[in-house]
């Protein structure tokens, strides 16, 4: 009742899939979706209208976000690079978009193949168009440091956050791209986020990777401050491409079983999204790197025969 | 110079090699444990004065001791079950003793066979024979939770924790023996155990296990709280009998990067302990759950043309 409520935006089916090298067929995407939705996520980031080219795995968009069925309460948001993703977006509805740039020069560029100016100035456009019709959020990459720049200031992330802010976007999501963040910067980034915005109905998310082991110990880092919004991916899909092998993103599982266990409200139903999860492997085609499903909840005891 | 200063007790040639199936020869076992006496470790725990049918893996226990060498700084100590285990380990020197036993009636019985009145009785003995002549320490199993039994209550915990103290130990472990442990639980622990006994020169220790993922955020909180010692094995190595697949003990380079990133002072040169550790898929023959030598350090960068 009075527990502290967070929030959590499964991304499995974008930022999850994305990195997958086998084609996830499209009805399976919306049986997922559709059985994720029931599992009492506050938003799912459902695909990316990006070109079918740049990301052959998400070319489905238009039909998984056709496909699948809305559960009210759950906000539907989208991955939109450009004034064309927006434009698609619209036509089929989506709750709401989400617009990404990097916080790093080197990585907008690697990346996005441009200047952080010119994606600001694309993106503002694209918040001009859409801005009135949908809630915007903006995902700003490497908001923990850039693989090939290294530390990026916290005055230079809450910059382009505060340009956006300016802009009027709904929320913020400081991504860890690389999984370079650990907690006492994440405390030091989150005090820094509140104070330069605290109204409740700004939305600031943290979008974590486990990369390099760090992941829940970032996301009690952020709760500690006051954060209560959290991207993660079922399995801790979506790995890094200087890292193969590590892992990926915070795995959803494991993130709402450590916080319900410290007595944190975060609305999933954690029986129904274990099932889901168990499927995960088959579904991928290969070991995921959630820990959850191999060992169980901490309150699933076993029998003294077990060990003796 | 002025950093906080945490202390590592690598556990990964007793803890971590106990679950492995396959002998590591002795030669491979020394050569490991002089390596990681270069690297900076607070404490080796070296091996285990247990019967060789029991632990096969640690039949070597006194070949290893006397094989050796001791690097001033490092404290090697070994596990001891009972008095003809003290008797061993005291023949070969170790500077320090670690006794065990469970805090959960069911779990004791299972893994030692018998009550825990019996065990105290039993170590007790242990402290009277041999606790003038080394340091000892208790691992008190289950702290955090049995999977037989569920949660264990702080009381009881602190109350044997107590009775040890009241022995005259030098210090005593908080084992999460199954990795049940979370971090708003182990605040609380950390807490009530500081608030026992917070004289400088008693050794709480902290022993976590990322069964669940939660490895690296029990100890962050942990560290919160004021607890400066943990034990971790070097590529998370050391596996938990309920959960086939899940990761084992934290993870040492792991924990230490953490750690280090955070601008806390280990003492673990980080280099020297990373080479070591890549070789150790190939000492025991798999992969290994730690994160770090499959990402690189937060600090290693990259050229731009990765990415593009």
């Known amino acids: 009742m009075s527990q502290p409520r967070v929030y959590i935006h499964e991304v499995v089916t974008r930022d999850g899939f994305q990195m997958e090298r086998v084609f996830i067929p499209t009805p399976a ?30 070319r ?43 916080v790093s020069e080197s990585h907008n ?15 503002s456009k694209v918040i001009a168009f859409a801005g009135r019709r949908v809630p915007i959020t903006i995902s700003l990459s490497c908001s ?15 910059g382009w956050a505060g340009r956006f802010i300016g802009l009027g976007v709904s929320g913020i999501t400081l991504c860890d791209t690389t999984g370079m963040a650990h907690p006492a910067q994440v405390a ?15 939305e600031w998310t943290m979008h974590f990777h486990n990369t390099r082991g760090m992941g829940l110990a970032n996301t009690l880092s952020a709760v500690q401050q006051g954060i209560v919004r959290f991207d993660s991916a079922m399995g801790g899909l979506g790995g890094c491409p200087y890292a ?25 139903r ?36 077990h060990l003796s």
Do not use: W
């Open 270 to 305: 954690l029986d129904g999204l274990l099932t889901l999860a168990r499927e995960l492997p088959a579904l991928v085609g290969h070991e995921v790197p959630g820990q959850l499903i191999k060992a169980g909840r901490i309150t699933d005891l076993h029998p003294m025969e």
């Open 60 to 102: 489905d968009a238009e039909l998984v976000m056709g496909g699948i069925e809305r559960v009210p309460g759950v906000v539907y948001t989208v991955l939109v690079p450009n004034l064309r993703g927006a434009e698609r977006a619209l036509d089929v509805g989506a709750d709401e978009m989400n617009l990404v740039m990097s």
């Open 29 to 58: 995407k919306i049986d997922l979706i559709n059985r994720l939705s029931r599992c009492g996520f506050a938003k799912i980031e459902v695909t990316s209208f990006t070109s079918p080219k740049a990301i052959p795995m998400l």
């Open 244 to 268: 193969p092998g590590a892992t990926g993103n915070i795995c959803t599982e494991d993130t709402v079983h450590m916080l319900e266990a410290m007595g944190l409200d975060t609305g999933v």
């Open 144 to 158: 923990f440091g850039c693989p090939m720049e290294g530390t990026v200031p916290i005055a230079e992330v809450l």
């Open 188 to 202: 030091l980034l989150a005090q820094a986020a509140l104070t330069l915005n605290r109204s409740p109905e700004f």
């Open 109 to 123: 560029r690697s990346n996005l193949k441009m200047g952080r100016e010119a994606s600001f100035e694309a993106l």
